[in-house]
Nanobody, 111 residues
């Protein structure tokens, strides 16, 4: 069983920054891809970012240049650094690993 716990969400003004964290349990964490998804009200869940065990990353076009994903395999934690936030970034952000999902953390960007 793998448990994912997100933290770091909150309310921020346009142009602000937040850093999300996802702490994972399970000793196979280091050999698979970790992902961040988000779901805005009334919209489908979408992939935001992904990072491999080797540190290769993928970012959605909508967040390139503003968001950074990273991971610390020793701490079993993946991070999402979000800068230059926009109101359209408002969503619940979910951490994903294989078939496991966290409960999500809410990010609200005010205009």
């Amino acid at each position: 069983q793998v448990q994912l716990v997100e933290s770091g969400g909150g309310l921020v003004q346009t142009g602000g920054s937040l850093r999300l964290s996802c702490a994972a349990s399970g000793r196979i964490f280091s050999i698979n891809v970790m992902r961040w998804y988000r779901q805005a009200p009334g919209k489908q869940r979408e992939l935001v970012a992904a990072v491999t065990s080797g540190g290769n990353t993928h970012l959605a076009d909508s967040v390139k240049g503003r968001f950074t994903i990273s991971r610390d395999n020793a701490k079993n934690t993946v991070y999402l650094q979000m800068n230059s936030l926009k109101p359209e970034d408002t969503a619940v952000y979910y951490c994903n690993y294989l078939d496991y999902w966290g409960k999500g953390t809410l990010v609200t960007v005010s205009s």
